[in-house]
């Protein structure tokens, strides 16, 4: 906080300069004067946040000082010193929004308590006007963000025309953190806000997008918007002195009165691949430039390609869609090709995902940052086809272990539980987690036969194994291995061997 001290009478000045706690209250001192005009000079060329003036002065008294300031910095705050006798008509600086007063001699404790309760209202106003300013910058620049994506179409953002400014952040090293991603946003931002810019701003991690509007069409506005959008450059890359492996391409566009979202297209695809140069640089885009639009920027037929790849389990197919992608996308732009790349990883990662797989891990930690390392076209299509590859491998082998694991787990529990008569399809479906008709399918896939007929199997062979080995009888080896009913487990052990147990016994007797 700014101060300044307006009195005739120099020993008020001294007392007062001496009394004010400068380091505790934290307020810097800007001058004093001993007269009226002198103080009007000294207030219009500092602009402090807090005047303690005397009533009676030379050349201009206090409250028509007071008056003059009002009406072109009505934001100065005054502390009125006064005689008693003098009280009432200070008073009439109500009309100004003055109400701090204080009687000669002045008291310190009173003088303290003055400026602590002005410097706390001033600092909150202050808060409440960024955060009123906060909303507002939010409001503008959500409504700039949905227009430049074409989420919004009902509304205009200005009726004058405008130039929009993109610019590519990359990295001559490795792909950068959402961490680092912040910082330079945050930096981006204050040079931005130093400009006056900081509405109509679209952050996006490697790129940032801001509207400069056109208020004149005359020579001298277009040679100083030129020199503003150099000098912002100019700002731009001395980031670089903080982090020196980056890279700013610096695209404008001319002005034009075109669609925020067609205009945002054409500078993402006239946008050089970064990795072809290796210094930040400054374009412009003529408004005329034609605009590349990608086939199927949707994906639908990418989406449904994946969904037959996922089902069909077979490597063969994966690679004959991703060439057919790649043949497709061959003639886009590099800076493209790589968002067009990322978009259909992500498809692809979402589905493995919806699939009990880790599908987005993958795109997150490994795809992304292997196409942010590519340094050519070429070596893109390499990256982008080897890693959808090799995802697409390691999901159809994760699901075949899947696929084996209940199937083990069904077996064990047969081998372990053979003799129970409860023992059911139902309930070894229930135990490894899957429904019934699913289990039935999934074991015979696995197995090559029907669940009830391996448990058969297994009890048939317990039994044979018993009739061979042991002096039990009939129906007490058909009870062991899971059979009540005698005759039944005659009937079944004569369909599996072609003879009834007592045949099978004295064949082996």
């Not at 100019?234 to 700013?248: A, G, K, W």
């Not at 067609?262 to 640089?281: A, M, Q």
């Not at 605009?291 to 994946?306: A, D, G, M």
């Amino acid at each position: 906080m700014t101060l300044a001290i307006l009195d005739d009478e120099i020993h008020i000045v001294k007392l007062l300069e001496a009394l004010i706690p400068w380091e505790e209250l934290d307020f810097e001192y800007v001058g004093n004067a001993q007269n009226g005009i002198a103080g009007l000079d000294l207030i219009t060329q500092k602009k402090p946040d807090i005047v303690i003036t005397d009533i009676k002065m030379p050349g201009i008294d206090g409250l028509s000082l007071i008056a003059k300031v009002y009406e072109t910095l009505p934001n100065t705050e005054f502390i009125i010193l006064s005689g008693f006798s003098q009280f009432d008509y200070a008073k009439k600086a109500i009309a100004y929004n003055v109400k701090n007063y204080l009687l000669k001699p002045v008291n310190k404790a009173e003088l303290c308590n003055a400026l602590e309760k002005l410097s706390k209202q001033k600092k909150n106003r202050a808060e409440e006007m960024q955060i009123i300013q906060e909303s507002e910058e939010q409001k503008k620049n959500t409504l700039f963000a949905n227009l430049l994506l074409g989420n919004e179409t009902n509304q205009t953002l200005v009726s004058s025309p405008y130039t929009l400014c993109l610019v590519k952040i990359d990295s001559t090293e490795n792909s950068l953190s959402n961490e680092l991603y912040k910082l330079i946003h945050e930096k981006i931002m204050h040079i931005l806000k130093r400009h006056h810019l900081h509405f109509f701003v679209y952050l996006k991690e490697d790129i940032v997008i801001f509207l400069l509007l056109q208020n004149e069409s005359s020579s001298d506005s277009t040679e100083a918007l030129k020199n503003q959008l150099n000098q912002i450059y100019f700002d731009f890359t001395q980031i670089n002195s903080l982090f020196p492996q980056l890279i700013f391409t610096f695209i404008e566009s001319e002005y034009t009165d075109e669609k925020l979202s067609v205009l945002y297209k054409k500078l993402l695809y006239t946008l050089p691949y970064r990795r072809i140069h290796t210094t930040s640089r400054l374009l412009k885009i003529e408004s005329n430039a034609e605009l590349i639009t990608p086939p199927e920027e949707n994906f639908e037929k990418w989406s449904k390609h994946c969904q037959k790849i996922l089902d069909s389990m077979d490597i063969g197919i994966a690679e004959k869609a991703i060439d057919s992608f790649l043949k497709r996308y061959n003639k886009v732009p590099a800076e493209q090709k790589e968002a067009l790349f990322i978009q259909a990883a992500k498809i692809i990662s979402l589905q493995i995902e919806t699939r009990g797989q880790k599908g987005l891990e993958w795109f997150n930690t490994k795809l992304v940052t292997a196409l942010r390392l590519a340094y050519s076209s070429e070596e893109l299509e390499s990256r982008f086809k080897q890693l959808l590859r090799e995802l697409f491998e390691s999901f159809f082998d994760a699901i075949k272990k899947d696929t084996v694991r209940p199937v083990r787990i069904a077996d064990s529990y047969m081998h372990e539980h053979y003799s129970d008569y409860d023992i059911s399809l139902e309930k070894v479906a229930e135990i490894v987690g899957l429904t019934p008709t699913y289990f039935s399918t999934l074991y015979k896939k696995e197995t090559n036969v029907g669940f009830l007929e391996a448990l058969t199997e297994v009890r048939i062979k317990q039994a044979k194994d018993l009739l061979q080995n042991s002096n039990e009888t009939i129906a007490k080896i058909a009870s062991s291995v899971g059979y009540s009913d005698i005759k039944y487990f005659g009937k079944i052990f004569k369909k599996v061997t072609g003879i009834t147990p007592n045949e099978f016994r004295q064949f082996y007797s």
